[in-house]
């Protein structure tokens, strides 16, 4: 087995135990990463003087005889929207081009403080704004799987990374779904923390009540160990809630007997596609073999998230992104006579499409006369919600669904379309609104062969019991092992789709897709922000 | 393959494409279409408007496009006045925050010289802009 094939613990052990080098071991993923990031293209920016260089500096560590820490030498991505300290941070924006942070993100600093090596920075829908990459300013991540469909998003640069052994485990954002949806459409488990479980200094702002840090790791065991690297409180982030350190990994026994597991009858209804239906049944199938306790329960508002969520989330992003006006940092469009001109045509030139839509959508419901009945309306409706789940937890542990609705669609399928693209995330948003942890783990293959993902829903700060569910489900069945082929296949089973995706998505397997990150700039845009 | 929502969305899709192949608006709900005789909820002047907010702007062929999909997606969204929330108060946030205070201490904060290193344009130890004031 290769060095890049192994979960984090794994090669933790290995590290540990001085079997293999830290060097060795940052060079197999780069290796990896020179091999097929052509095709898949998850990469925005690759670390790999940086990572070498930190990687020899932990091996003469270990050689001093200095103990191996809790992620020493697993070689980890970071989504382009954290601050790295001297790694270009773009938001996967031309508004960002070139933008080098000065500080370090908490979970960056976090993560190598425990010893992982980051090895760079993927890509993600712009401003983490759409569910599946394509929103990218600069080119497309493809689906290892199957490189003419997308990778899920906006953290498909993640979870395509680690699903295709171009990292050991990676971080996303979770606003909507972001991390969970493309973990299932990529074959790879994915949580989205609690709110204010994991710090948001140094993530570049969209939707700050919403916004989370998760991990997206090869199996459940990965993802405790890097969520408790992670979560903790941290004073830079006014919304960090002080709680003490959990070790989740203690808790992943695999064991779900008497455990009590919710199905909302509304995560089942009509529009969910049959590969999906048929995996997810066969999932609960096996939790209720296995001693879980299946109790049907409703959630009556859910029909109502998603507007609720396309009120609240643009709302607060037109807000944060008000701070790309060209001044401090990033693009600025030359050449203005005033200031007023220079922010309108920095901002025009500088965002993409769908930013600009949801800017715009935003900035409509928060204006004078509209904000009652858009705003406030939805804000009420976000209480309702939340109101379903405390309901619902009072007669079971956890709730159980699908991640999402249908497989991995393909390139350009959706991009036409602002609306089709947002029910990618029906089952996702709920959580984030509600502010409840939520993961997903892979539980079978649907349509065109594609993973499927079933995600668990939890209490506020039970984070513990999905990973015991996740990880009792993991044990009993191999799904998290199957690797993907990394080549396109024309066989498509919706036909609709073949026309609009890109020719050279079906045909292709090494050659790059024809965007290019070059593309962007001749100047010099850049921009990040802190939270606080 | 169209997920469950889809079905929510169509009538509003309809009701559109119907007022538009009449030629007159029918309002959908009192509080929008007494405003202004649109064909669409939202139409081009008011992504005029919205636009010098945002500070964002668009040409002539973008703004029928943009007017067009946001009056898709607020048509969509106007789903929650199904519901009746008189009595519902409102969440800002998930978690329950207070004021989050910290000592009244200097600490050390970031380099000035860092902090204008990604300016687009400086002069000395300032962000350098364009003209601001109108000239007399």
New interface residues.
């Given amino acids: 087995m290769e060095l890049y094939e192994l979960a984090a613990y794994e090669l933790r052990e290995k590290i540990e135990r001085r079997e293999v080098g830290i060097e060795e071991t940052v060079r197999a993923v780069l290796g990896k990463i020179a091999e097929v990031d052509g095709a898949v293209r998850a990469y925005v920016t690759v670390a790999r003087e940086q990572a070498l260089a930190k990687a020899r500096a932990a091996d003469e560590r270990l050689a001093r005889g200095e103990p191996a820490r809790l992620l020493e030498g697993v070689p980890i991505a970071i989504k382009d929207n954290m601050c790295t300290r001297g790694v270009e941070t773009t938001c996967a924006s031309k508004i960002l081009k070139?933008?080098?942070p000065?500080?370090d993100a908490t979970v960056v600093e976090r993560l190598e403080g425990a010893g992982a090596i980051i090895v760079g920075k993927t890509n993600m829908d712009e401003f983490a704004m759409g569910s599946s990459t394509e929103n990218s300013g600069f080119f497309p991540t493809r689906n290892p799987w199957d490189l003419g469909h997308v990778p899920g998003g906006s953290s498909g640069g993640s979870t395509a990374a680690v699903a295709a052994d171009e990292a050991v485990a990676a971080l996303g954002s979770d606003t909507g779904g972001s991390v969970r949806q493309p973990a299932a459409l990529c074959g790879v488990v994915g949580l989205k923390p609690?709110?204010?479980l994991v710090s948001r200094y140094g993530l570049i702002a969209f939707a700050s009540?919403?916004d989370q840090i998760g991990p997206i790791t090869k199996d459940v065991r990965d993802c405790a160990m890097v969520l408790g690297v992670i979560a903790g409180h941290d004073?830079r982030d006014?919304?960090s809630?002080p709680r003490k350190p959990c070790d989740y990994l203690k808790g992943l026994v695999p064991d779900v007997r008497g455990v009590r597991i919710g199905v909302p009858k509304e995560y089942f209804?009509?529009?969910?596609?049959p590969g999906v239906m048929a995996a997810t049944g066969a999932a609960l199938k096996t939790l209720q073999d296995m001693g879980a306790i299946l109790a049907d329960v409703s959630l009556p508002?859910s029909?109502?998230a998603?507007?609720?969520y396309?009120?609240v989330a643009p709302a607060e992003a037109?807000s944060n992104l008000?701070r790309y006006?060209?001044?401090?940092?990033?693009?600025?469009a030359p050449g203005?006579?005033?200031?007023?001109?220079?922010?309108?045509?920095t901002?025009?030139e500088g965002?993409g499409s769908e930013v600009?839509?949801r800017?715009?959508?935003g900035?409509?419901t928060l204006?004078a006369g509209y904000y009652e009945?858009?705003y406030?309306?939805?804000?009420?409706?976000?209480?309702?919600i939340?109101r379903d789940f405390d309901r619902a937890f009072e007669k079971c542990d956890c709730l159980v669904s699908p991640t999402s609705?249908?497989v991995a669609f393909r390139l350009g399928e959706r991009t036409d379309d602002?609306?089709?693209m947002y029910?990618?995330d029906?089952y996702t948003v709920t959580a984030?609104?509600?502010?409840?942890p939520g993961i997903s783990i892979p539980c079978g293959f649907g349509?065109d062969g594609m993973p499927v993902g079933l995600q668990i829903l939890g209490k506020?700060y039970d984070e513990a019991t999905l990973l015991r569910v996740a990880y009792a489900f993991e044990q009993a069945t191999d799904f998290h092992r199957m690797k993907p082929a990394l080549r396109a296949t024309s066989t498509s089973g919706?036909a609709s789709a073949s026309a609009s995706a890109p020719a050279s998505a079906s045909t292709s397997t090494s050659t790059s897709p024809s965007a290019s990150a070059s593309d962007c700039c001749g100047r010099?845009p850049?921009?990040g922000e802190r939270h606080a | 393959?169209?997920?469950?929502?889809?079905?929510?969305?169509g009538p509003a899709i309809r009701t559109e494409q119907r007022r538009r192949s009449n030629g007159v608006t029918i309002p959908g709900d009192l509080?929008w279409g007494l405003r202004r005789g649109w064909d669409l909820k939202?139409a081009k002047e008011?992504?005029d408007?919205?636009?010098m907010?945002?500070?964002?702007?668009?040409d002539e062929a973008e703004k029928a496009g943009?007017a067009r999909?946001?009056s898709?997606?607020?048509e969509?969204?106007?789903?929650?006045?199904?519901?009746d929330?008189e009595d519902?108060?409102?969440?800002?946030?998930?978690?329950p925050?207070r004021n989050?205070l910290?000592n009244d201490e200097v600490r050390p904060s970031?380099?000035p010289g860092?902090?204008l290193?990604?300016?687009?344009?400086r002069e000395g130890g300032f962000?350098r802009?364009?003209?601001?004031l109108e000239s007399e």
């Fill in positions: 070139g933008f080098v000065p500080y609690t709110y204010g009540s919403l004073p006014s919304t809630v209804g009509e529009g969910m596609a508002h029909e109502y998603l507007a609720t396309y009120i037109s008000a006006d060209g001044v401090r940092y990033g693009y600025r203005c006579p005033d200031s007023v001109t220079m922010m309108t045509k901002r025009s965002f600009k839509r800017i715009m959508l900035t409509y204006s009945a858009y406030l309306k939805a804000l009420k409706v976000r209480t309702l939340t609705p249908t602002p609306l089709a029910l990618s029906i984030n609104l509600a502010g409840i349509e506020h919706s010099a850049a921009g | 393959m169209i997920p469950r929502d889809l079905s929510a969305l509080t939202i008011d992504v408007h919205v636009a907010l945002a500070r964002l702007e668009f943009v999909q946001l898709r997606i607020v969509y969204v106007e789903k929650l006045n199904e519901l929330t519902v108060s409102p969440t800002a946030h998930a978690v925050l989050v910290r970031l380099d860092e902090a290193r990604n300016a687009p344009d962000f802009v364009p003209r601001i």
